[in-house]
Every structure is written in structure tokens, then in C-alpha cells.
């Protein structure tokens, strides 16, 4: 996998792109003849991640398509754009989780500690249905080393370098279904700095730092959010289902093609799973009937993020993610007793969102208030 981030100021650059990755075909051969061919709900390549939030746009896609796809835009660039737009050097990995069963806020600590703890560098990803881990290739066998001492199991799919890991003493083996998707960033650990030996010592280095550098968290609650994901159709015919997924294929390009750009998205797409999304409410019209036959949990309740600019952080900075986490399920936890606190991430490239429900944000402000007291920018 390659990282790719693009600020909104290049994004009409590349919509070419971006439309061409969302709708890539694969051929098949059948009875030996070439076949052009959609399955049901699945995307034919292994894994891609678009989103688009605070003025940038991050896309995670296959090496080859990176470089089929999106480098050849970057010669007709001005020199100035051409310079804004990175692509990640290294190649990335991606292990996917299953066997959830801890709440969201608990499931990010669970997966993402024992890696801050082995000063590993990754990108974490929980859509609708799954959670996966993009971690550097080189690092690869230790991540899986770390989570199985943490009770995972590691199981290497048939003629792939990909994998699941679940956990066989989770309840819940089946998917998320749940309204909530994260992601986030997880450097590795800043040279000549000891690791942590505990989450408590990771939360208060974490929120010393961000004290340090005055980043605060900022809210714009104007952005209504709502996870939904696309309907599985395995007992539908092939033409129905494809002639389903076309609807849910156009109306996902009308979003991020739209004249009004969006201002928070973030899309996941699967060989084996349908589509994930955490998009702005107000983007729903772009669907067939609101996406009232396309998507499951367009219903549910509204999401606010919280959002933290980590643009003037190194990028060795490591902890971020479990520190800012740790805080909000320390601080939940005494507010909302044996409730479940359904947090969420996005981390684009220099930014981390929290994703709450809108009934819980004022709670968790509270929470984060240690940032927000000596930060600049504050609540708004």
C-alpha cells in the first residue's frame, strides 16, 4: 500500500484519479475467455481508504495503482502544487481484525497500546465491518508478534501476503455493525526517547506535548457525521446486486465530485466486504432515495467531530492516539457509568479526529479539558 495526501487546493486535480480508483474493474477469466466483471459488493482490489477532512485529502491504494493512477497527474502541476502533494515513500501492509468485543473506545486502546508500546509506526482503520491495521512492511511480523502476545490469533489467507487476526477470547465473532469507523496515525517513538512503560505514562506525555505545541481540540458542530455502510445483497441475483451497487457507486462519485467539495469524509473499500462510510449527513441526498435501500445505519444518531491540527508535530512524535484515547475512556467512564462510549478516528496526514455522538460531545470536551485550557484555539 502506498499513503498519498493531497491538499483540497490540488484535489480537482486528481477527481480523475480518485473516480477511476473507486470504480476499477478487474477481468476474469472464464471458460478462457477475458470477462469484464463486478461481484456483488465487493471491490476488486484488496484495500482503499479516501477521506477528506480539515482542507486535505488522504488516500491509502495499492503501490501500483498509486503510481498508475496518481503520479502521472503531479507533471502538470504547478511547481508549488507538485511540492503539497507526498506519497509515502515506504510500502505498507495491511492485517485485518476481527472478533471484536470490547466497546469502540476500549477496541481502539486494546489494538493500538501494545503497538505504541513496541514503538511501531502504523495506520489504523475501523470501518462499519471491520478493523484493519496498515503498518510498515518491514515491520510487519512484529505487529503480528505484538498482538498475539496481547491474546490475538494470526491466520495467513491462501496465496496472499495479507491476513486476519482475531481474538478467540472476544464474545463477538461476527462484524461491527456498529455506528461507528475509525482510523488513526501511530508514529514511531522519537530517538534517544525511552518508551513508556504504561498507558498512564503514555497519556501524560501525550497531553504534555500537546499542551507544549498549544494544540487544543476544535469543534465545528455544524458538520453532522453518520457511519452507514452498504447493504449486502448475497441472496440477490448478480445483475440485481450489481444494478444496486451502480446506484451506490454513482452516488458516492456525486459526493466526491460534487461542486460543493465535501468537508468530512472518509471512505473504505474491501475485497470482501461493501463499502464504509462516515460522511457529513447533508451528503446522503447525493444517494438514490437518500440511500434509503443502499445503506444500513443511515438512520443513526448524528456524529460530531472533534479535531486535532497535529501539523507543527514531527512526524516521530509517537502516542497521540492512545493518549488522547486513554483520557476520553477515563473521563467518559465516570460520566456515563456502564453506558457504552462509541468514540471513533480519522487521522488524515497532521490531524486526529475524534468521532462522538452529538449527545456525548459536550462530555467528552470535558473530558479533554486538560488541551483545551492551555490550547489556543478551543471549543467553537
Keep these: 500500500m502506498a499513503l498519498i495526501h493531497i491538499p483540497l487546493v490540488a484535489y480537482p486535480y486528481f477527481v ?13 477469466e472464464k471458460d478462457g475467455e477475458a470477462a469484464i466483471g463486478r461481484r456483488p459488493w465487493a471491490f476488486w482490489l484488496p484495500f482503499v481508504n479516501i477521506s477528506v477532512a480539515l482542507n486535505k485529502c488522504s488516500i491509502v491504494c495499492p503501490r501500483d495503482k498509486a503510481d498508475e493512477l496518481f503520479a502521472p497527474v503531479l507533471t502538470g502541476l504547478s511547481a508549488e ?8 515513500q515506504e510500502d505498507y501492509s495491511v492485517i485485518a481484525i476481527g472478533g471484536e468485543g470490547l466497546e469502540a473506545g476500549e477496541r481502539v486502546l486494546d489494538l493500538t497500546t501494545p503497538l505504541a508500546m513496541a514503538r511501531i509506526s502504523i495506520f489504523f482503520i475501523t470501518s462499519y465491518w471491520s478493523d484493519f491495521i496498515l503498518v510498515p512492511l518491514r515491520s510487519r511480523e512484529t505487529v503480528i508478534h505484538a498482538l498475539e502476545d496481547r491474546g490475538f490469533v494470526f491466520k495467513a489467507e491462501a496465496d496472499s501476503e495479507g491476513g486476519l487476526m482475531t481474538n478467540p477470547a472476544s464474545p463477538l465473532l461476527h462484524p461491527h455493525n456498529r455506528n461507528a469507523s475509525a482510523s488513526s496515525f501511530d508514529f514511531s517513538s522519537m530517538p534517544g526517547t525511552p518508551p513508556p512503560t504504561s498507558i498512564t505514562e503514555l497519556q501524560a506525555r501525550t497531553f504534555k506535548l500537546l499542551k507544549q505545541r498549544k494544540i487544543s481540540p476544535i469543534v465545528d458542530d455544524s458538520i453532522e457525521l453518520v457511519t452507514c455502510a452498504g447493504i449486502k445483497e448475497s441472496t440477490a441475483s448478480s445483475s440485481a446486486a450489481n444494478f444496486t451497487q451502480g446506484k451506490l457507486q454513482h452516488g458516492l462519485l456525486k459526493c466526491l465530485t460534487s461542486f460543493e ?9 474491501s475485497d470482501s466486504e461493501s463499502v464504509s462510510l462516515t460522511i457529513e449527513k447533508r451528503l446522503l441526498s447525493h444517494f438514490d432515495n437518500g440511500g434509503e435501500d443502499l445503506l444500513l445505519g443511515k438512520d443513526g444518531p448524528e456524529q460530531i467531530a472533534i479535531t486535532l491540527d497535529l501539523k507543527e508535530l ?13 483520557r476520553l475512556v477515563d473521563g467518559m467512564k465516570g460520566r456515563i457509568g456502564t453506558e457504552v462510549f462509541n ?5 488524515t496526514a497532521k490531524a486526529g479526529h475524534v468521532i462522538v ?15 483545551r485550557e492551555n490550547g489556543v484555539n478551543g471549543m467553537h
Design 81 to 88: 502544487l507538485r511540492s503539497s502533494v507526498t506519497f509515502s
Design 261 to 269: 467539495r465535501p468537508k468530512f469524509l472518509s471512505l473504505t473499500l
Design 343 to 347: 468514540m471513533s478516528y480519522l487521522s
Design 16 to 28: 480523475q484519479s480518485i473516480s477511476q480508483l473507486l470504480l476499477h474493474d478487474c477481468e476474469l
Design 357 to 371: 455522538y452529538e449527545d456525548e460531545l459536550e462530555d467528552a470536551m470535558d473530558a479533554l479539558q486538560g488541551i
Design 314 to 326: 514531527p512526524n516521530e512524535t509517537t502516542g497521540i492516539v492512545c493518549g488522547v484515547a486513554s
